[in-house]
């Protein structure tokens, strides 16, 4: 549990950094890896982006980290812009990860990816 919490800090301190007023939140996007790297993420991301604009969200983030494929945001034209580097405690011993938060104008991108 206070693995969870350190990382919600985390987040809180990235997000808190942040200048830009986001109006939505990518929250969990994963695909199993047996199915990666056939085009699924990449289309239910494109579906995602469309809602966010047909919605009218003009501003989204999302948060990440070095367990994932954090790349795949850098791939849909998402722009890193906070890192936090962190030791946390993983089976008792310091473990390092870098934190990241990722985010996304949507009237700047939408017609790369109609």
Not at 22 to 39: D, Q, V
Not at 56 to 67: A, E, G, K, Q, S
């Amino acid at each position: 549990m206070a693995f969870f919490e350190e990382v919600d800090q985390i987040y809180e301190k990235l997000l808190s950094g942040q200048s830009q007023d986001y109006e939505g939140e990518l929250s969990f996007f994963a695909i199993h890896p047996l199915y990666r790297g056939l085009g699924i993420g990449k289309e239910l991301y494109r579906r995602f982006f469309n809602y966010m604009n047909n919605e009218n969200i003009r501003h989204f983030y999302v948060f990440t980290d070095t367990t994932c494929n954090f790349g795949f945001y850098e791939r849909q034209n998402m722009l890193r812009c906070g890192t936090e580097e962190v030791k946390l405690q993983v089976n008792k011993k310091p473990e390092k990860f870098l934190f990241f938060i990722y985010e996304n104008a949507v009237q700047k991108h939408s017609a790369e990816n109609k």
